[in-house]
Nanobody, 124 residues
């Protein structure tokens, strides 16, 4: 019913930049509330990196404040993560998440959907 498709991961040198994108699709999507990015490094738990509400309010992990910027295009149902000043500790699989309402104006069901993940590797 709902797909989140991520793109933009890859290998980058320390100090470099990458931009991740995540597009939501599905005919049953009525509206999208919060969208966010999480990451999971080997041997570690998945953690929130950044999130943005439908109104544009943002929240960041302390470790990425000042280096990462999250944004969204509501018309395109897409969320972006601009990552700068990357360091090896940012190496992880990055996952997109969206809290959506499926259905119609008469009735909606709330769901939380995840993308398949995209690898980000920071290494010289």
């Amino acid at each position: 019913q709902v797909q989140l498709v991520e793109s933009g991961g890859g290998l980058v040198q320390p100090g470099g930049s990458l931009r991740l994108s995540c597009a939501a699709s599905g005919r049953s999507i009525f509206s999208i509330n919060a969208m966010g990015w999480y990451r999971q490094a080997p041997g570690k738990q998945r953690e929130l990196v950044a999130a943005v509400t439908s109104g544009g309010s943002t929240n960041y992990a302390d470790s990425v404040k000042g280096r990462f910027t999250i944004s969204r295009d509501n018309a395109k149902k897409t969320v972006y993560l601009q990552m700068s000043s990357l360091n090896p500790e940012d190496t992880a699989v990055y996952y997109c998440n969206a809290d959506l309402f499926l259905g119609s104006s008469r009735q909606q069901v709330a769901v939380s959907s995840w993308g398949q993940g995209t690898q980000v590797t920071v290494s010289s």
